[in-house]
């Protein structure tokens, strides 16, 4: 990836240029010391002076009035906030007429910036004050006020905040007077720019000490530039927060949003004081001190998925280059494109009208339809179908181009979410909320209703990543998500209520993906590349979770590596300097996956004694269990050495009904609650009460037993036996009130549960046979 840069031979402004702000895609506005704006149409070529500000007007910073402001879309913006060296701020329309002119500052306003809903403004001075404004100019609040100069200001993404500089610190103030206030030393010099993005949440520096930084919202450093040779005198996040770029004295630099450079250019601009990037991403301007400003276009960005490597080699074409054979499809598109996304067998690519669905079996003829909204800023990608996140809404699409749904839920922003945030399978779609950030919204893909109750997935702290497997049936769909503390969960989606548990199953996860074809999960664990070959085993055994894990050393990664996908056999890293890693994965896991999806166990036993690995065995152990393929599980589990385990097994098979085999296979896996409820609906009251009993759940054997009026003497028996065998006395008031009334005999009590034994022989002899009655049957006509 790289910026293509352009510059006109001669500058049209004659002084330095201080700012430049964007209207729509191709149109930007520029403001220079000489006191003239001018407009800039990139789609005709043409420069036009708006206006010629008065003589004592000298613009030193610019800001449109953002277009979804108040939820209402706009076209393009309308007004604008100019400052200015004379302690004024100006609001100033599209015309160049001045609407309004405030004082604000003491000396220079030197930065002012609206909020991302349009609400309020701040403006920051030479006075050191920082004021907030009303959207028609009148003062709501001095937020702050100190010794030294504020050269930039930032608000937060949920405009709640406001960030600045002050000499070589940064500090975050809340709106709020009581909330607290972050404030750390950020360089070692005067910091120059600051810029907070509204999706990542993350802050970008730059200083007199020539480095710019990457920090996150709590002040913790994630990345530091090398010296330049001059100070940063601008940055700007991209509006997806997957980009910013970075200007200095004849530099101006593209980098990813972890820091590292994708690519440097050196033109002939003097300073550049101001960065701007276009609304759809595509392009940025930068208000240079030789009175040029100057453009520049992303080119060059790379797509990858199995044997596809696809380059976006112009504005508005695409190379598409198959390794296999070195078969090279050149695409073209009418408009400049704006995102693009290659997975499973489909190119989908936006441009700003359209959208194009490509086939790789077929890159002559993409199917293509018109697009609402032109700013496409999010697109994912499942087997099925597709998903469009735009300024208006989310829009699933198949990819015959048919609208499927467009979900909606009470404070959806689009403007914030990414890949880490919303997550796409074939039936489910999972949104982490905004407001509150504990939340997961999971809606229905193919309706775009909340499901089940429409209550949202509740975690107990905020969640920073969520990601849906790609792969099973929808009533087994699982959610991975990562929390605030950097630990490892999944949810199976379809649970709802009670039934809904979220299990933990790793600790100091940086970075997971899904396997595109199988239900394996890989992550970055502290110093180790993990691969949970089955997650879902904390659902049947969670003793097996450790023997069913693939861990090597990910030292080779170095440091804050981000894992980009896991297809087929094969994980993508990229390092932290940006190089690209490949690890490859063992093809047997998934083969495993693919046997058992087929229920060919016979198959799937012979593959694990050939492979003879322990991980492996695990894997057929817990898969045999959740499918109810107890010869296989017995052979698994001793293959692993688990004695205990293959006892029980022998002990269902011995069950006298189907209702007692699936309780006991929930008691496996530890749903205590689940087993108990499937014993009492088929009026197997006293097996319920003795699987308390076995599990010294006497409180609750008593209240069953008490409930439905039967076995409370087995009960107090078994209870009274325990006691003796530890050498204790009866404290618990319910068992001494109950045994008062209640005689243990134990004869009568082994002949009542002899009697409920038979009769659950009997009833499920009765059962079977009228099964087979009814299959003997002719069916009728």
């Known amino acids: 990836m790289r910026l293509k840069t352009s510059l006109l031979k001669e500058p049209k402004h004659k002084e330095l240029v201080s700012c430049v702000g964007w209207t729509t895609a191709d149109e930007l506005y520029s403001c220079s010391e000489d006191h003239q704006i001018f407009k800039w149409n990139l789609l005709t070529n043409e420069t036009t002076q708006v206006v010629k500000l008065q003589d004592e007007i000298f613009p030193i910073d610019l800001h449109w009035y953002p277009k979804t402001a108040g939820g209402k879309k706009q076209t393009q913006a309308e007004i604008c906030v100019l400052t200015s060296t004379d302690g004024k701020f100006h609001l100033v329309s599209k015309s160049g007429r001045i609407e309004k002119t405030i004082e604000a500052h003491r000396g220079a306003v030197l930065a002012g910036r609206w909020n991302y809903d349009g609400t309020a403004l701040v403006t920051a001075g030479e006075d050191g004050q920082i004021k907030i404004w009303s959207k028609s100019g009148m003062l709501r609040s001095t937020l702050t006020q100190q010794g030294t100069s504020v050269y930039s200001v930032a608000w937060g993404p949920d405009s709640d905040k406001i960030l600045f500089t002050s000499g070589k610190q940064l500090i975050i103030k809340p709106l709020q007077p009581s909330a607290k206030v972050v404030q750390w030393k950020a360089h070692d010099g005067v910091i120059l720019k600051i810029d907070w993005n509204s999706v990542n949440d993350l802050i970008l520096s730059g200083g007199e000490d020539c480095k710019y930084k990457v920090w996150d919202s709590y002040g913790r450093l994630l990345y530091s530039s090398s010296s330049h040779d001059y100070p940063i005198t601008s940055v700007a996040w991209a509006p997806d927060g997957e980009l910013f770029t970075v200007g200095s004295f004849n530099t101006l630099r593209l980098c990813d949003r972890t820091g590292w450079s994708y690519a440097l250019e050196k033109p002939n601009t003097g300073s550049i004081f101001n960065i701007a990037w276009s609304v759809d991403g595509t392009q940025v301007a930068g208000a240079c001190g030789n009175g040029h400003v100057i453009f520049a276009h992303v080119v060059e960005q790379r797509w990858e998925w199995k044997n596809f490597e696809i380059i976006l080699s112009k504005r508005r074409t695409m190379q598409v280059r198959n390794v296999l054979n070195d078969a090279v499809d050149v695409l073209e598109f009418r408009d400049r494109v704006i995102k693009a996304s290659l997975l499973h067998g489909h190119l989908v690519v936006t441009t700003s009208l359209q959208c194009y669905v490509y086939s790789t079996k077929n890159w002559n003829t993409p199917l293509i339809f018109d697009l609402k909204e032109g700013t496409v800023s999010l697109i994912l990608q499942a087997e099925r179908h597709f998903l469009l996140v735009d300024g208006a809404g989310i829009y699933l699409f198949s990819y015959e181009g048919r609208l499927i749904s467009t979900p909606k839920f009470p404070g959806l922003r689009t403007d914030t979410l990414n890949s880490q945030t919303i997550s796409l399978s074939n039936d489910t779609i999972a949104i982490r909320d905004k407001a509150d950030e504990k939340a997961v919204f999971l809606i229905d893909a193919l309706s775009g209703k909340p499901l089940g109750d429409g209550k949202s997935l509740l975690h107990k702290m905020e969640i920073m990543e969520i990601a849906?497997?790609?792969?099973?049936?929808?009533?087994?769909?699982?959610?991975?998500?990562?929390?605030?503390?950097?630990?490892?969960?999944?949810?199976?989606?379809?649970?709802?209520?009670?039934?809904?548990?979220?299990?933990?199953?790793?600790?100091?996860?940086?970075?997971?993906?899904?396997?595109?074809?199988?239900?394996?999960?890989?992550?970055?664990?502290?110093?180790?590349?993990?691969?949970?070959?089955?997650?879902?085993?904390?659902?049947?055994?969670?003793?097996?979770?450790?023997?069913?894990?693939?861990?090597?050393?990910?030292?080779?990664?170095?440091?804050?590596?981000?894992?980009?996908?896991?297809?087929?056999?094969?994980?993508?890293?990229?390092?932290?300097?940006?190089?690209?890693?490949?690890?490859?994965?063992?093809?047997?896991?998934?083969?495993?996956?693919?046997?058992?999806?087929?229920?060919?166990?016979?198959?799937?036993?012979?593959?694990?004694?050939?492979?003879?690995?322990?991980?492996?065995?695990?894997?057929?152990?817990?898969?045999?269990?959740?499918?109810?393929?107890?010869?296989?599980?017995?052979?698994?589990?001793?293959?692993?050495?688990?004695?205990?385990?293959?006892?029980?097994?022998?002990?269902?098979?011995?069950?006298?009904?189907?209702?007692?085999?699936?309780?006991?296979?929930?008691?496996?896996s530890g749903n205590v609650q689940d087993a108990e409820g499937i014993l009492l609906r088929a009026g197997l009251i006293y097996q319920a009460i003795q699987v308390h009993i076995n599990l010294f759940n006497w409180d609750r054997a008593l209240e069953l037993a008490v409930k439905h009026k039967t076995h409370v003497d087995t009960v107090l028996a078994h209870r009274q036996k325990y006691l003796e065998n530890f050498i204790k006395k009866e404290t618990n008031k319910r068992f001494l009130q109950y045994s008062e009334g209640v005689e243990v005999d134990w004869e009568k009590i082994q002949a009542k549960i002899e009697m409920e034994i038979s009769k659950e022989r009997e009833r499920s002899a009765l059962a079977s046979s009228t099964t087979t009655l009814r299959s003997s049957l002719p069916s009728r006509q």
Request: net charge neutral; proline share 2%.
């Open 468 to 668: 849906l497997d790609q792969y099973g049936s929808a009533n087994e769909r699982k959610l991975a998500l990562i929390d605030k503390n950097r630990d490892l969960y999944i949810a199976l989606v379809r649970r709802f209520g009670r039934d809904q548990k979220i299990i933990k199953i790793g600790t100091m996860v940086h970075t997971m993906a899904w396997n595109d074809s199988t239900s394996m999960l890989c992550g970055i664990q502290d110093t180790q590349f993990t691969v949970w070959y089955y997650p879902s085993v904390v659902y049947v055994d969670k003793d097996l979770l450790f023997k069913t894990l693939y861990a090597k050393d990910a030292s080779d990664f170095s440091r804050s590596p981000h894992i980009l996908n896991y297809v087929s056999n094969q994980v993508t890293i990229r390092r932290s300097d940006g190089s690209l890693v490949y690890t490859n994965i063992s093809p047997y896991p998934a083969i495993l996956h693919e046997y058992v999806n087929c229920s060919r166990w016979d198959d799937a036993v012979r593959l694990c004694r050939f492979v003879k690995e322990q991980t492996l065995w695990a894997c057929l152990a817990a898969m045999a269990v959740a499918n109810k393929e107890l010869i296989t599980a017995e052979v698994a589990y001793a293959a692993i050495g688990e004695v205990e385990k293959i006892q029980y097994i022998n002990m269902m098979k011995d069950l006298p009904s189907k209702e007692s085999f699936m309780a006991y296979v929930m008691l496996f």
